[in-house]
Nanobody, 114 residues
Framework: QVQLEESGGGLVQAGGSLRLSCAAS????????MGWYRQAPGKQREFVAT??????TTYANSVKGRFTISRDNVKTTYLQMNNLKPEDTAVYYC?????????WGQGTQVTVSS
């Protein structure tokens, strides 16, 4: 089992920045990919960014150039969000991918006011 806890969400004005953190605990060995996803009200959960154990990153087109995913060790993954827009408002979830199962956190709310 892997436990994931997100933090860092909040209310920010358009153009502002936030940094989300995802702390992993439990059986954290064999985590291949860490990712961030988001779900806005009335919409499906969507991909935001991922980072592999080797450091390769991938971003959704909507956040490319504004968001940066990083990890400082196997336990903590970050999402630096700059130049935030109202359409970035959503609950942001952290995901850990292991060979046989994906684990999700409970999410953290990000609200961007115009």
């Amino acid at each position: 089992q892997v436990q994931l806890e997100e933090s860092g969400g909040g209310l920010v004005q358009a153009g502002g920045s936030l940094r989300l953190s995802c702390a992993a605990s439990g059986s954290i060995f064999n985590i291949n990919v860490m990712g961030w996803y988001r779900q806005a009200p009335g919409k499906q959960r969507e991909f935001v960014a991922t980072i592999t154990s080797g450091g390769t990153t991938t971003y959704a087109n909507s956040v490319k150039g504004r968001f940066t995913i990083s990890r400082d060790n196997v336990k903590t993954t970050y999402l630096q969000m700059n130049n935030l827009k109202p359409e970035d408002t959503a609950v942001y979830y952290c995901k850990a991918r292991k060979p046989l199962y994906d684990y999700w956190g409970q999410g953290t709310q990000v609200t961007v006011s115009s």
